[in-house]
């Protein structure tokens, strides 16, 4: 059952070189959302991390970035980082590779040239990631996935999800999008606050 939350190793060797941790000699943990930016969700979002004054990283579909650079702009405005989460929101395993690389590429022009890269939905080939690894990105998956984007998951349960798997270096998963809306923006403090009692720090990527 806690595949669904936490990839085992043996299951992460299928993704070469990705990185599903940061620094595991301390603890420290690294929220991510990934999908936005939206105007129905992402100012909210923000609204919560300033006053929380934590910094996430942010992996941005860039066709959302074109819609809405404004909110864009705030998020590194307020000291965020941005990652690459291709222009279309596209499953590498669907695509070839020289189509795959060209909307990274696509999206890196409008991104401003991050490295960091997230693949959506985690489908990405072995050819891929060494293609996009030899152009110096880095390709972080997750060590915690909360599950936000399912209706089924409530705020509370989410922080439960995080509080048992949590560990030194977690990359910890939410959705900066519609589907996620409310249930993340409730799970996000709740989140913070419990992991702040139990001692860890928040970092970007
Ligand atoms: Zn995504």
Sequence with gaps: MGIKYQLPAWLQRIYPGAIWRGDTTRKVVYLTFDDGPVPEVTPALLDILEKEKVHATFFM?????????????????????????????????????????????????????????RPPYGR?????????????????????LTHDYDKNYSADEMAKIVKRYVRNGSIITFHD????????????????????NDGYTFETL
């Design 124 to 144: 990405i080939l072995p050819k891929q990631i060494f293609a996009l690894r030899s152009m110096g990105y880095k390709i972080i998956l997750w060590d915690v």
């Design 177 to 196: 999008s519609i589907k996620s809306n409310e249930r993340m923006l409730a799970a996000v403090p709740q989140v913070i606050r419990e992991l702040r």
């Design 61 to 117: 579909v860039a066709d959302n970035v074109t819609k809405y650079p404004q909110i864009y702009h705030r998020v590194v405005a307020n000291g965020h980082k941005v990652g690459n989460h291709t222009y279309h929101h596209i499953k590498g395993t669907k695509y070839k590779l020289a189509d795959y690389i060209a909307d990274v590429k696509k999206a890196d022009v409008i991104l401003g040239g991050t490295k960091l890269f």
